[in-house]
């Protein structure tokens, strides 16, 4: 809702007031990074992902659980050195004080924000490989 108000408040300043949003940009891009990973999480649990089924649908039944394993268990290694990699970056950032152009915003906030999403998605995916693993065929 914050980043909607943002942007219609932005276009109505700029075009009919000629008074555009200071830094309505910079503000655009942290919402919509803060968004992006907020509902990662969600995305993950809700198993909705983007998949290609070319191969898997053509394979036994009995290889879902171990492919649903495997897979989750690569999706969730790799969320979490997503989620490593976001924090060791937010506090790089925080140690020299990186702010952004125009509102002079600190960035690692941000940055620990989307580390610590990335982390709940990465903790959300490997129970759910777990799940895949022992849930019984129905």
Not at 37 to 51: E, K, N, S
Not at 73 to 98: D, P, T
Not at 118 to 127: N, R
Request: aromatic content about 8%; hydrophobic content about 55%; glycine content about 8%.
């Amino acid at each position: 809702m914050a980043l909607m108000c943002l942007t219609v408040v932005d276009v109505i300043g700029r075009y009919l007031l000629n008074a555009p949003v200071k830094g309505a940009s910079e503000l655009s891009e942290l919402l919509l990074v803060c968004v992006v990973y907020l509902g990662l999480p969600a995305v993950c649990l809700d198993g909705g992902h983007v998949t290609v089924d070319l191969v898997t649908k053509s394979l036994p039944r009995w290889s879902e659980r171990p492919r649903l394993f495997l897979t989750g268990l690569v999706s969730s290694a790799v969320l979490g050195v997503i989620a490593w990699r976001l924090y060791v970056y937010g506090a790089q950032v925080g140690g020299y004080n990186l702010v952004t152009n125009s509102l002079r915003l600190p960035v690692a906030p941000v940055v620990w924000f989307c580390a610590v999403f990335a982390a709940i998605s990465a903790l959300t995916t490997f129970a759910l490989a777990l799940a895949a693993l022992v849930k019984r065929a129905p």
